[in-house]
């Protein structure tokens, strides 16, 4: 079965950097949306950034444009997310996430649009 797998959580002071990487297991997820969310325990899973097919275009959430970049290598079948300048506040399980939204210029930020999830990695920010 075609799963995501993330990788690169941990913990960082503030003011630090992480890369989470999302790589697929099982198959590939050419032509789709992928995307990163976080969910804090008791909240609603939000949107951070998202990347469409080709990588020309990216979506990021106002609290973390600036900081964070999201890339991708369909040859490697990797999704990147880079976190620069960590906040306590960035503190969260990570998800990947994938959009059959096939060769889409849209990228979605809606949880409810992607229906391929990772297992999520923890990320703890420490002030």
């Known amino acids: 079965q075609v799963q995501l797998v993330e990788s690169g959580g941990g913990l960082v002071q503030a003011g630090g950097s992480l890369s989470l990487s999302c790589a697929a297991s099982?198959?590939?997820?050419?032509?789709?949306?992928k995307a990163w969310f976080r969910q804090v325990p008791g909240q609603e899973r939000e949107f951070v950034a998202g990347i469409s097919w080709n990588g020309a275009s990216t979506k990021y959430a106002n609290s973390v444009k600036g900081r964070f970049t999201i890339s991708r290598d369909n040859a490697k079948n990797t999704v990147v997310l880079q976190m620069n300048s960590l906040k306590p506040e960035d503190t969260a399980v990570y998800y990947c996430a994938a959009a059959q939204f096939v060769m889409s210029t849209v990228v979605q930020a809606t949880k409810e649009d992607y229906g391929y999830w990772g297992q999520g990695t923890q990320v703890t920010v420490s002030s």
């Open positions: 099982g198959g590939t997820f050419f032509g789709y949306t």
